[in-house]
């Protein structure tokens, strides 16, 4: 089974319109992180928000929030009034385990390709 | 510099040749990564490595040889590539701390072409 699961390929949005970005995750583990990162055409992976497992309230950064249903394991991204530079590839991605000593392996989704439209 | 820098971003090479990858990441971080990014596919841990030591080697074949000199520096060595290694291969780092996000910073990438 999938551990991270995307299940937009592509969306279209209009400028300034929010948007959501969907993401399920599966996972037996109780503690675990879950990020989302956004990839221009440029290729550079950005990273935008994280949410822990244990985290009682949803992340915010700035324009970018993560919707976090625990029961559901569901992470979707929201962007509030899009821009024509959010157009690109987004990741979900997530760690399983608690972050103890070492490195800790991300597991990616497929990705999701967002165009924003004029 | 800031951040994690990779050079070359580009290259082209042909299946007998040797070339190397470099990460640099400027942000004090203790774990260093690589992944490759083919097309249709999601990204693929390939190396990891933490306080210069690989901790995971997630099946990647011989061709491909890490090199980690210290927690700043981190290569990838190349030879008798398949025309299939073609891909974009990123390089990420990432300050662990017990109870920390872990959160991975990725360098620009290097675009792979084997001929």
């Known amino acids: 089974a999938q551990k991270i699961t995307q299940t937009q390929p592509g969306m279209f949005v209009q400028e300034k319109e929010a948007v959501t970005l969907d993401c399920t995750y599966d996972t037996s583990d109780p503690s675990y992180g879950l990020f989302w990162y956004k990839q221009p055409s440029s290729g550079e992976m950005i990273f935008l928000i994280y949410q822990g497992s244990y985290d009682q309230q949803n992340a915010t950064e700035g324009r970018y929030s993560l919707n976090f249903q625990k029961a559901r394991k569901s992470a979707n991204l929201v962007i509030s009034a899009s821009q024509l530079g959010d157009s690109a590839m987004y990741f979900c991605?997530?760690?399983?385990?608690?972050?103890?000593?070492?490195?800790?392996?991300?597991?990616f989704g497929q990705g999701t390709r967002l165009t924003i439209n004029p | 510099e800031t951040g994690v820098t990779q050079t070359p971003r580009h290259l082209v090479m042909g299946m007998t040749n040797k070339k190397s990858l470099k990460c640099e990441q400027h942000?004090?971080?203790?774990?260093m990564y690589w992944y490759k990014q083919s097309a249709k596919k999601p990204l693929e841990l390939m190396f990891v490595y933490n306080f210069k030591e690989q901790t995971e080697n997630n099946s990647v074949p011989s061709r491909f040889s890490p090199e980690c000199p210290n927690s700043s520096h981190l290569f990838l060595h190349l030879h008798t590539l398949q025309p299939e290694d073609s891909a974009l291969y990123l390089c990420?780092?990432?300050?662990?701390?017990?109870?920390?996000?872990?959160?991975?910073?990725f360098g620009p990438g290097t675009r792979l072409t084997v001929l």
């Open positions: 942000l004090g971080h203790n774990a």
């Open positions: 990420a780092s990432s300050l662990d701390l017990a109870g920390g996000p872990d959160t991975q910073y």
């Open positions: 991605a997530m760690r399983e385990g608690l972050v103890i000593q070492g490195a800790q392996k991300l597991v």
